[in-house]
């Protein structure tokens, strides 16, 4: 039981520091819930590590977890062609992939 609340503790953090992260860019992203997730998840670890290879411990915390977690939103939009304010011209919400 403690496996499965610990698992949702981190989901719900990846969710909000992935959210923080997409409210920071300007412009609509059309990524789900899971993609926000992930980009929070991965922002968080890599603000992590940074901070262990500086300080040797670990005192990033949120903020360095958001903006870790921006910089691969833009990262994101870059790869679909996109710019700082516009998310390219990837999938908008309601459109399907095969015509």
């Given at each position: ?5 610990y698992l949702i503790a ?42 262990m290879a500086i300080w ?7 903020t360095l977890s958001i ?33």
């Open positions: 039981m403690d496996l499965i609340v981190i989901a719900l953090a990846g969710l909000v520091v992935g959210a923080l992260a997409r409210l920071a860019l300007p412009g609509p992203d059309p990524m789900g819930i899971l993609a926000t997730i992930g980009v929070g998840l991965a922002g968080s670890f890599v603000a992590g590590l940074v901070t040797g411990r670990n005192v990033g915390g949120i903006l870790f977690s921006t910089v691969i939103v833009y990262f994101i939009r870059r790869s679909r062609g996109g710019t700082l304010t516009d998310p390219g011209p990837g999938l908008r919400r309601g459109e399907r992939r095969y015509r």
